[in-house]
């Protein structure tokens, strides 16, 4: 079993999800590699990993952009049912480059199976999707799970990331 460590990147007042939990060590700014099964929020606000400096703020504190990633698991009806995990990056201002990232997973007796993935990368926009897709059609009855890593970068270099994942179970 692997051993992970959480650090809290943001906190939104009055905003209803209120952490962005992401992997990593305390110097990393996020990871793309969060393992099937974590729970993490939904929805969160992209945040860019906090100074470290004698004249910044505290290592706790983050610096919050415009920037909200989201994340959920669908069913379509397409080519007799497919599972769809999607990521979705809506900022309020334009951003230099949009990165997002998805996995799709499916709980088996055995753990999660890896379905497919997904990146889009946007410039010069305010928002980027990425859908991760798998035709499911008479599978059967699974929970399936979907993570999402997005990433803003602004003109000048700064990252803000954050890792949001979604789950669902239904018949294809």
Same mark, same amino acid.
């Given at each position: 079993m692997l051993s992970r460590s959480f650090r809290r990147l943001a906190v939104v007042a009055g905003a209803g999800v209120a952490v962005a939990l992401m992997p990593g060590s305390a110097g990393a700014a996020g990871s793309q590699d969060v393992a099937p099964g974590t729970v993490l929020p939904g929805t969160?606000?992209?945040?860019?990993?906090p100074s470290t400096g004698s004249s910044g703020p505290t290592p706790?504190?983050?610096?919050?952009?415009? *920037?909200? &990633?989201t994340s959920s698991v669908y069913w379509t009806s397409t080519d007799g049912g497919r599972a769809n995990g999607r990521?979705?990056?809506n900022c309020l201002l334009y951003y230099y480059k949009l990165y997002d990232s998805t996995k799709l997973y499916r709980l088996r007796w055995y753990?999660?199976?890896?379905l497919d993935s997904d990146t889009s990368t946007a410039y010069g926009a305010k928002t980027v999707t990425s859908i991760s897709i798998?035709? *499911?059609?008479?599978? &059967? /009855?699974?929970t399936y799970y979907s993570t999402a890593y997005h990433e803003?970068?602004?003109?000048?270099?700064? #990252?803000?990331?954050?890792? /949001?994942?979604?789950? #669902?179970?239904?018949?294809?």
């Open positions: 969160a606000t992209l945040a860019a990993a706790d504190a983050a610096i919050t952009s415009d *920037c909200v &990633g990521g979705v990056i753990g999660w199976q890896f798998w035709r *499911c059609a008479g599978t &059967g /009855t699974y803003a970068t602004t003109v000048g270099g700064t #990252k803000y990331t954050a890792s /949001t994942s979604a789950q #669902k179970r239904f018949s294809c």
